[in-house]
Each structure stands twice: as structure tokens, then as C-alpha cells.
């Protein structure tokens, strides 16, 4: 039996700058995605963790910290991370990195931003446990990026499901977002000098353009209730659940 990876990559250059993503029948009648990389090729699972594992016999590696720190928090003892279980949540971090943009690539939207909402997830978990602010900051420096690749996402499944409206309010929240995660680092005044907000402002810019969206339902509730007219707020509610149903 060959077990050369030939045949995966014939056809299939490697382009720098560019995430090369495909999906592919595997077998056990299931798909999996492969990303081409400079030397190869990673092959990734599309349900749970990217690489199959199940780590003490849960979906992911979060999963199972979370489990136990449950266990530990119900004894009323704290739960801090220590240096294995460290490293194994680095592992994660990066295998749903790796999927989270071939989802992108793929522009199946729904499954990137469900992948984005684990990291951001995972990361809260390890902010509030911790080893250190090392540790910590090591991880919090990429929530931005993170925050950002999961607003386009979600506002490309808006504009997909035919809901520009709800694609301009997605990138106002990740714009919010994106703000207070400006705010923690002590820079919230260089927030509109950033490369991925003047990004999503063009994005914000264009649907509003296209679409000849001058104010979203959300954004005219958020002025009402700014302004304390709770009757049109009340009446903007009921327009928002009748047009959701």
C-alpha cells in the first residue's frame, strides 16, 4: 500500500497568500477538508476537533476542562490550568484556526463562525483560569483577530440568507465588539486606524450602499431607547418578532 501523499497534491500547487481549502469524501461515508500548506497538505475533520481526537473521551479539549472544572468548583476549589493542560489548549487553539479559515475559504459561513464561537469561547475559559497574565495575554492578543474573522462570517451568512439588514447589524456588533477589546489594551483611540476595522467599515459602507439601508430596525431601536421614547422602542420590538417569525 502507497503511502505517499501524490495523488492529494497532484493538480493542487501550493499559491503563498492564499488559504487553499477543499472538501473531500473520506471514508466511513463522511467529508473531511484538506488545506493545502507549503509542504503538503493538513487534513481536518469537519465535526468536533479538527484532528478526530477525543480528548478523556470529549468533542474537544475545552469540553473536557470545562468538565473539569466543574468537578473542582462544585468541591469549592479553584481550577487553574497547569502547563500540560496549557499546552494541550494551545494544540486546540490552532487546529480550529486552521479549520476556522478553510471554512472562510470555503465560504461555508455558518460552520466558520460556529468555530470562531468556540475559540472565543475557549478563550474566556482561559482568562478566567489562568496560569498567569503571561498565559493569558498570549491568548487575548489574537481575540481581535478572532472577533473579526467571525463578523465576516456571520454577515456573509446574513447577506447569503438574503438579510442585508442583519449583515449591517452583524458588523456593528463586532464593531462593538472589536471596541472593547480596543479598550482593555488602552487603545481605543487607535481602534479606527486598525487594518480589520477599516475593513468592516468598507464592508458596513458598501451593504448600506447596496442595499439603500440608511438605519436597520436595530439601530433605530437602539436610538429609541437611547432617547427613552419606549412606546416606539415597544413598537420597534414587535416589528423585529414579526419579521423574524
Known sequence: MTRDIDA???GWEYQPGIVQARLVNAEG????????????VLQMETRDRPDGKRPQGYPSYFA??????AVAERHDKPFVMDEKQCEEADREFFQFY??????????NYARAVEDADH?????DFVKARSPNEEYTQAHEQ????????????????????NNAEAAVDEVRKGLDRLRTFFAEFGAE?????????????????????????QETLQEQLDRAVANENYEEAARLRDVMRKRDV
Open 64 to 69: 473536557y476542562l470545562q468538565h473539569e472544572a
Open 119 to 123: 475559540t472565543l469561547a475557549f478563550m
Open 29 to 40: 461515508h463522511r467529508q473531511v477538508i484538506q488545506l493545502r500548506v507549503d509542504l503538503g
Open 98 to 107: 486552521q479549520r476556522r479559515i478553510s471554512w472562510l475559504a470555503l465560504r
Open 189 to 213: 483611540e487607535q481602534m479606527e486606524e486598525d487594518g480589520m476595522v477599516q475593513h468592516l467599515r468598507k464592508i458596513e459602507q458598501s451593504l448600506r450602499e447596496q442595499h439603500g439601508i
Open 8 to 10: 492529494a497534491l497532484d
Open 142 to 161: 489574537y481575540r481581535g483577530f478572532v472577533t473579526f474573522q467571525r463578523t465576516q462570517g456571520a454577515a456573509a451568512l446574513a447577506l447569503e440568507q
